[in-house]
């Protein structure tokens, strides 16, 4: 079962990372996904199962979909400040403490971030993650709190126990 949920997973992830065209796209990105799922079962996983959030597959959804929407609203932020003739920006390093009980969470949220345009995970030391913003404005949502509670409601507070 872990196998399976980790393939679906992995897909899911490929088409919304590199859009297939065709169905010889979605072959080969189906197959990637079970050599990696297979793999990462037999190697990073210990063999007891732990205690993990349970799989929830609309509310993954829902976190891609809400991803793809703050990607598409920051790109337009990026835009807006590139093509400004004075380039208004405002770099700055935020670090910011959020604790999740597993690296399933740590990891999505860092991803969520470094995806988003405008800015990037740096570092994750725990529960410190040391965020580069080019404005403000870009990591509003982070430090507000609002992609961290997306994170907890799509993955549970640990995710993988």
Do not use: K
Not at 45 to 74: C, D, G, H
Not at 80 to 102: S, Y
Not at 104 to 116: E, K, S
């Amino acid at each position: 079962m872990r196998t399976a949920s980790t393939t679906v997973a992995l897909l899911l992830f490929w088409t919304v990372v590199v859009p297939p065209e065709g169905w010889l796209d979605v072959a080969i990105g189906a197959g990637a996904a079970l050599a990696l799922a297979l793999w990462s079962t037999r190697f990073l996983w210990p063999a007891t199962p732990s205690a993990r959030a349970p799989f929830r597959p609309l509310r993954l959804l829902w976190f891609i979909l809400i991803t793809e929407w703050r990607i598409i609203v920051s790109a337009v932020q990026v835009l807006r400040i590139v093509f400004d003739p004075r380039l208004p920006i405002a770099p700055e390093v935020i670090r910011q403490t959020v604790r999740f009980d597993g690296d399933l969470a740590r990891v999505a949220y860092a991803n969520a971030i470094t995806v988003t345009p405008g800015t990037l995970t740096l570092d994750v030391e725990g529960d410190v993650f040391t965020v580069h913003a080019l404005d403000p404005g870009l990591a509003s949502e982070l430090v507000d709190g609002t992609l961290a509670r997306d994170v907890v409601r799509a993955f549970g507070r640990g995710g993988d126990g």
